[in-house]
């Protein structure tokens, strides 16, 4: 057996927060040596109970990666549907790091997702390290996105030919369906305007656009900071979105783990 035959994936259990978290820490701090303007990282970095709650959390899979009986790093799905997986986080102790681990973990990773025709993931633009590996294993970078601290860079990587099937076309958008995948050229915007939530009676920003495609338009509704991710005359993914009807009218919303990216 090779070292690299040695690596696997098991999902991990509460057990194994404090020593992911160790090796999670490790690994985004030495991002400073590849880019990083110093050591930490995203949310969660150096909690146990960041880990053990996103273990716990029944819309990830959250694996261990282990090399022979060591754990050695962590890799966290967020699981939007049969066909359309999202590498959440990964990472890999710094002492494991050139041994192809990251790479072999991805190969698992997709043999355990069979019927996945899309993935996708952002890193920050910044990083040395993670934006060649990612294009190296086959993922290519389709645009940008700004709902962080961070600008990050977004890739995907298809398996198929032809538009995933978590995807939708414009055209065949229909009323209250949820966790939309979709891209389309952005027309118009309207100008913003201030409504008082029904809910909680707080001040919202509210503004509308116009998202085309070869099939169709539609009214795309854009809250508070989703409003400046958004240009006229550009091209954008909306991921997890979701339709109603409102005043005889389809609307694109976007929920409240959903992103706009804007597209190369």
């Known amino acids: 057996m090779t070292d690299i035959d040695s690596v696997s994936i098991m999902l991990a259990s ?13 690994a985004f701090d030495s991002d400073s040596e590849f880019g ?9 970095v150096d909690s146990i109970e960041w880990n053990v ?18 754990i050695v790093g962590g890799f ?23 041994g192809r681990i990251g790479s072999k973990t991805f190969e698992l990773i997709w043999q355990m997702y069979p019927s996945a025709d899309l993935w996708a993931l952002g890193t920050p633009e910044w990083n040395l390290r993670t934006n060649p590996f990612y294009q190296k294993i086959g993922f290519i970078k389709i645009g940008t996105t700004h ?6 860079n977004y890739y995907e990587k298809r398996f198929g030919d032809g538009l995933p099937k ?22 118009q915007i309207a100008d913003t305007r201030t409504v008082e939530s ?6 919202l920003k ?12 539609i009214k795309l509704v854009l809250w508070n900071d989703k409003i400046r991710q958004v240009r006229v005359n550009s091209n954008i993914r909306i991921d997890e979105g979701y339709v109603k009807l409102y005043r005889d009218e389809l609307q694109l919303s976007i929920g409240n783990w959903g992103s706009i990216i804007s597209l190369i």
Request: with cysteine; aromatic share 6%; proline share 6%.
């Open 76 to 98: 966290i799905v967020g699981d939007r549907g049969p066909d359309y997986q999202i590498c959440e986080r990964i990472w890999i102790d710094p002492d494991h790091m050139r």
């Open 14 to 26: 509460v057990e194994d927060a404090a020593t992911l978290t160790v090796t999670c820490k490790r």
């Open 206 to 217: 509210v503004a509308d656009a116009t998202l085309r495609d070869d099939t169709g338009s």
């Open 166 to 187: 978590a995807m939708s076309k414009i055209g065949n958008i229909h009323n209250g369906q949820q966790r939309i995948i979709v891209e389309g050229h952005v027309n």
């Open 53 to 70: 709650d996103k273990i716990k959390n029944s819309y990830l899979q959250y694996y261990k990666i282990i090399k022979g009986t060591t």
């Open 147 to 152: 709902e962080h601290s961070w600008a990050g």
């Open 36 to 44: 990083a303007p110093g050591p930490g990282g995203p949310p969660g």
């Open 198 to 203: 029904r809910k909680t009676g707080e001040e």
